[in-house]
C-alpha cells in the first residue's frame, strides 16, 4: 500500500548495489541559455576580455581542486583533469575566444561556444570514433566549465555538489565519473548504461549505490526530490511515503552497520566452521579493479572477462597490447591465480572485423568459442598474448567459454599446443604448466561433463546461461523471466552432475556466474561440494563471511534434501527458512522479502 | 613520402586551420626527425598532454606530422587531433633558436615511449 499518491517508483537495472536515500541532483549538460549580444566601444571589450580571462582562470582553479581531491587509485584520471587544464589554455580555444571577443566583438560566451565549435571540428575526420567522441566529450567539458562560470551559474556541475545527495543524469561522462566522490555522492542514476558501463565500475569501485538504464529518469524527477535508489534491485522511489522511507531508511542502516562489521574480517579464508577450504575469487573486466577485489578479500581472479578489450574499437586489439594487459595483470595479482576466459562475444558485437551475418538467434548463433575458433586469427592471438603472460608468474589460468562438447576442447587444444610450439621455437618463454580449463554452460556439456573432465585441468560453471539454457529461458524477455529460477531442480541436477563428473576425475570446479555471489545460495553450493566461488568483488565480504559460519556438513544433509524436492519455489522455500534459522542477521539485512525473489518495492507496486 | 612533399601537404592543411606551420629558410632551416608510436596505447590524452608540455618549453616552433595532416605541438587539442595509435609514424620537426634541443627533449619522449609500456 502506498499512502504518498505523488509517490512514484521507476526501475533500473541495479548496477552497483547499496541503498542511497536522499534530494535528487539534476545534472544536465548543454541546458544553458546563452546570451548572443555585440560589444560597443573598446572599454566594453576589454572588460569583456578580463571577464573571459577571470573565467578560465576560475575554471583552472575548480579542475585544481578536483584533481586534489581525487583518490589516489585513480591517478590516471587526475591526469585527465590535467588535460582538461591544457585544453582551457589551448590557442585554438584560449586565443580563439579573444579573438572572436575583440575581432567580432562577440561576448564571451558566444565567442566561446564558437571556439568551441571550431576546435571540435578537429575531431570530425578522425577514423576512430569512439576516439573522436571522447576527445569532443573533453572539449566539451572544458567549454562547458567555463561558459557555466561566465553565465554565473555553476551549480549543476559535480565538483559544486556540497551536500550529499543522488545522482541523476542521462549518462555520466568519463569526466564527470572520476569526479564521483563517496562522501557527497550518495547514490546515481543514468536514464542509459548497463552494468558495465564506465559509471557502474567506478560506483561500483567506490561502493556509491548506482542504478543505470532507468529510462526517463530525469524527466520523472525533479531537482530536490526526495529519493530512495536500491542500487540492488534496481528500484528508485520517487516522494517515497512514510512507510517506504522508514523501511529503506532501516535497511541502509543496517546494511552498513553489518557491513562494517564483516568486512573486518574478510581477508581471513573461506574456511567452513568444520575446517573445509573453498576459494573466494573475483570476477573482473577491467585491471582498474583489482584494488577493490583485494580490499574485499579475492585469494585470486576467478574470471576476467577480455571483451572489454575488444569492444568499441575500430581495429582488433594487437597481441603486443592483449599481452601487456595480461602480463600486468599477472603481476599485480602474483601468486594469486588469475582466470582469463577466451573472448566471449557474439558475432553481433564484432561488427567491425567480421561480416554482419543473419542471425535469427544470436544466443544460439556464431559466439564465444564458437566465433573464436571460426575466427581462428583472433582466437591465437589471444592465446599467444595469455602464453607470453604466463611466463610473468605462472599463474594464469585459461578458460574457453561456451563449450558444448569434446570436438571443440580437441580444436582449441589443437591451437593451443601450436602456439606452445610456435612459442617454444622462437625461445620465448611461458608457463608449461598453465591450467586450461572449460565453462560449463550448456546442457550437453553438463551430459558429457565426465569425458570433458578427462581432458582439462578444472572447471568453471557459469550459472547465468547454464540457467538460460537449461531451461530455455531468455531472462531479459519480460514475459519469461519469471522462469529464470537458479533453485530450478534441474539446474541443482546440472550443477550436481558436473561436479560429480569433475571430482571422479579429480580435477576441480569453481562458480562463477551470478549465483556465486549471492550469499543465500551459499549453503547450497557448498553442500553441492563447489571448491571455488568467484564473483563481483563487492560481494565477497558478504559471501565469505557466511562461508565462514557454515558448516560443510550440515550444508550437504541439507543439500540431500534439497535434491529431493520437486520445485523451485518448494526449494526456495527452504532455502530462505535455512538460511534465516542459521543466519539471522544476514537474511535480516538484505533481504527481508527475499521468498520468490521479488522485492517489497515491486510486490507493494504490483499489489497497489 | 619525401619530406618537402609532406611539409607542403602541411602547410596546405595548416593554413586551413589557421596553424602556422614550419618551413626551412635561409636563416633558419627547419629539423625534421622520424619517430614511431611505440607506447601500446598510442598518443593519448595523456601522452598528448606530455608532448604539448615538453614543447611548449622551448621557443622553437615545433609541429607533429602523420601523414598528409601536422599538428602544432603547443597545442594539445591539435596533438589530439592527430590520432596516433600505436605503430604510427609520425615526422616532428622544429625550427627557431632553440630547435635543436626542443627536437632532443621530443625524441627522448618517443624513445622511452612516454613512459609506458
Known amino acids: ?608 | 613520402m619525401p619530406v618537402a612533399n609532406m611539409l607542403i601537404e602541411r602547410r596546405t592543411f595548416a593554413k586551413e586551420r589557421g596553424t602556422d606551420l614550419i618551413q626551412s629558410d635561409e636563416e633558419s632551416p627547419a629539423l625534421t626527425q622520424e619517430f614511431m608510436v611505440a607506447n601500446r596505447m598510442g598518443i593519448h590524452a595523456r601522452v598528448a598532454a606530455q608532448i604539448v608540455k615538453v614543447a611548449s618549453r622551448f621557443n622553437a616552433e615545433v609541429c607533429i606530422a602523420k601523414s598528409d595532416v601536422a599538428a602544432n605541438a603547443k597545442s594539445i587539442l591539435d596533438v589530439m587531433s592527430l590520432f596516433c595509435p600505436y605503430g604510427s609514424k609520425v615526422f616532428v620537426s622544429a625550427r627557431g633558436p632553440d630547435a635543436t634541443e626542443a627536437l632532443s627533449a621530443l625524441a627522448a619522449l618517443f624513445q622511452t615511449k612516454f613512459g609506458e609500456p
Open chain 1, 1 to 608: 500500500m502506498i499512502n504518498d499518491r505523488s509517490s512514484l517508483t521507476i526501475r533500473g537495472i541495479g548496477a552497483a548495489p547499496g541503498i542511497a536515500i536522499g534530494k535528487a541532483f539534476l545534472l544536465e549538460r548543454g541546458q544553458i541559455p546563452v546570451p548572443r549580444y555585440r560589444l560597443f566601444g573598446e572599454q566594453s571589450v576589454a572588460e569583456e576580455c578580463k571577464r573571459f580571462e577571470a573565467a578560465v582562470k576560475e575554471a583552472e582553479a575548480d579542475l585544481e581542486t578536483i584533481k586534489k581531491s581525487i583518490r589516489s587509485e585513480f591517478s590516471d584520471h587526475a591526469r585527465l583533469l590535467e588535460v582538461q587544464q591544457m585544453i582551457l589554455r589551448d590557442p585554438s580555444i584560449y586565443d580563439e575566444s579573444l579573438r572572436y571577443i575583440r575581432e567580432e566583438r562577440t561576448n564571451a560566451q558566444l565567442a566561446v561556444i564558437k571556439a568551441l565549435r571550431k576546435a571540435k571540428e578537429l575531431f570530425s575526420g578522425l577514423s576512430n570514433d569512439e576516439y573522436a567522441k571522447s576527445r569532443i566529450a573533453d572539449v566539451d567539458a572544458v567549454g562547458d566549465r567555463v561558459v557555466r562560470i561566465l553565465a554565473g551559474q555553476s551549480r549543476s556541475d559535480l565538483d559544486h555538489l556540497r551536500e550529499g545527495a543522488v545522482i541523476i543524469a542521462h549518462d555520466l561522462s568519463p569526466a564527470d565519473a572520476i569526479q564521483l566522490q563517496a562522501g557527497r555522492t550518495l547514490g546515481i542514476v543514468t536514464e542509459i548504461g548497463g552494468s558495465f558501463s564506465h559509471t557502474s565500475i567506478v560506483a561500483r569501485s567506490l561502493g556509491i549505490p548506482a542504478v543505470t538504464g532507468a529510462e526517463h529518469a530525469a524527466r520523472l524527477i525533479a531537482e530536490n526530490d526526495f529519493i530512495i535508489v536500491d542500487g540492488r534491485t534496481g528500484v528508485i522511489i520517487i516522494n517515497p511515503g512514510e512507510t517506504e522511507l522508514e523501511f529503506y531508511a532501516n535497511r541502509q542502516d543496517e546494511i552498513q552497520t553489518y557491513l562494517k562489521q564483516i568486512s573486518r574480517h574478510s581477508h581471513l579464508p573461506a574456511q567452513t566452521s568444520d575446517g573445509h577450504r573453498v576459494g573466494a575469487e573475483a570476477n573482473i573486466e577491467a585491471i582498474e579493479e583489482i584494488v577493490a577485489a583485494k580490499d574485499n578479500g579475492a585469494e585470486g581472479i576467478g574470471l576476467y572477462r577480455t571483451e572489454f578489450f575488444f569492444m568499441n574499437r575500430v581495429e582488433l586489439p594487437d597481441e603486443e597490447s592483449l599481452y601487456r594487459d595480461y602480463h600486468d595483470l599477472a603481476e599485480l595479482m602474483a601468486p594469486s591465480p588469475v582466470t582469463i576466459r577466451t573472448l566471449d562475444l557474439g558475432a553481433d558485437k564484432l561488427t567491425s572485423w567480421c561480416p554482419t551475418l543473419e542471425e535469427p538467434n544470436p544466443a544460439l548463433g556464431l559466439r564465444s568459442i564458437r566465433l573464436c575458433l571460426h575466427y581462428k586469427e583472433i582466437f591465437k592471438t589471444q592465446l599467444r598474448a595469455m602464453l607470453r603472460a604466463s611466463a610473468v608468474a605462472g599463474n594464469i589460468r585459461l578458460m574457453l567459454p561456451l563449450i558444448s562438447g569434446m570436438g571443440e576442447i580437441f580444436e582449441a587444444r589443437k591451437i593451443f599446443r601450436e602456439i606452445q610450439a610456435e612459442l617454444t621455437k622462437k625461445r620465448i618463454p611461458f608457463d608449461k604448466n598453465m591450467p586450461f580449463g572449460a565453462m560449463i554452460e550448456l546442457p550437453s556439456a553438463v551430459a558429457m561433463a565426465d569425458l570433458i573432465a578427462q581432458e582439462v585441468d578444472f572447471f568453471s560453471i557459469g550459472t547465468n546461461d547454464l540457467i538460460q539454457y537449461s531451461i530455455g529461458i531468455d531472462r531479459s524477455n519480460e514475459h519469461v523471466a519469471y522462469l529464470y529460477e537458479p533453485l530450478h531442480p534441474g539446474v541443482l541436477r546440472f550443477i550436481k552432475q558436473t561436479v560429480d563428473a569433475a571430482h571422479d576425475a579429480g580435477i576441480p570446479v569453481a562458480v562463477c556466474g551470478e549465483m556465486a555471489g549471492e550469499p543465500l545460495y551459499v549453503p547450497i553450493l557448498l553442500g553441492l561440494k563447489i571448491n571455488s566461488f568467484s564473483m563481483n568483488p563487492v560481494a565477497l565480504p558478504r559471501v565469505k563471511n557466511l562461508i565462514r559460519r557454515s558448516s560443510m556438513k550440515e550444508c550437504c544433509r541439507f543439500v540431500e534434501k534439497v535434491l529431493r524436492m520437486r520445485t523451485a519455489s518448494e526449494i526456495e522455500e527452504a532455502v530462505s527458512k535455512m538460511v534465516m534459522k542459521k543466519f539471522p542477521e544476514e537474511f535480516h539485512v538484505f533481504d527481508p522479502n527475499w521468498i520468490g525473489n521479488t522485492p517489497l518495492a515491486a510486490k507493494k507496486k504490483s499489489g497497489s
